[in-house]
């Protein structure tokens, strides 16, 4: 494992890692990038510099990402407390922040279980040492372009009951899966694996809402080696294939059973951000 250090900068010491493996610290990460984006502490140069050139693209990604995580919290909340779900498998985890979805779900059924994943050495890190003592709750390496690597994996399969509904999330991923990489294949792979009765989590950022800004956010994370692949509406309902949308469908993230009114929360433009769940 990772040793982690932390400097009085209020971010990781990009010389603070003594890893076992190359965490190619020097390149940014779409992980450490959206921990830079919602305030956390886990990242490095190249990840704050690449953000900082995204956030000169359009300003309010910040609120884009901060919406993500609310949405995510609010999906969790739903399938806990209404769809009556009590494991889920999170795939593209990233960097462990607040609210977190072992402690969303287990606030409202401490029963419930989380496998989480992704393919960022140091997220494996920073998680096994957040949830050394919580039999509940995991975290295992692997990457989504080879699902099958997921649901094989030991880790998951000792904590998760397959023949039992579950939920998976997938969110804020795949918009960092190209359309060579087969997206609706992989989720194709993940739907038929999981019992009926289990639900999809999905969000992906567009720039259907606010061209010029997302675009230019695509631009820059490219750039920096990160890929970004922008999705329209009708494309992200592709996803969904084959399973049961819940309501209220498919909205901009920060609308999806908010509770607010549209004074209340921000506009479309400054989110630009899809965000749904479907029932297998």
Known sequence: MAQISETGSGHLDDAGYQPTTDLRTNQPHAA?????????????????QAAKKAL???????????????????AVEYLVREAGIEQFLDIGSGLPTAENVHQVAQRHSPGARVVYVDNDPIVLAHGRALLEEDTRTTVIQADVREPRSIL??????????FSRPMA?????????????????????????????????????ATAEISPETALGVQRAYRAQGVPLTLRDRAQFLEFFQGMELVEP????VSDWRSGLTEGQRPSHAEVSWYGGIARV
Do not use: K
């Open 32 to 48: 450490r990038m959206y921990d830079f984006l919602l305030g956390g502490r886990d990242h490095f140069a190249a990840d704050r």
């Open 56 to 74: 000169s693209a359009f300003p309010t990604l910040r609120i884009a990402a901060e919406e993500n995580r609310r949405f995510l919290g609010r």
């Open 152 to 161: 094989e994996h030991p880790g998951a399969r000792q904590l998760l009951d």
């Open 168 to 204: 998976v999330l997938v969110v804020a991923l795949f918009h960092f899966i190209g359309d060579d990489e087969d997206p609706i294949g992989i989720l194709r792979t993940l739907r038929d694996a999981v019992a009926p009765g289990s639900y999809f989590v999905l969000s992906h």
């Open 249 to 252: 469908r498919v909205q901009v």
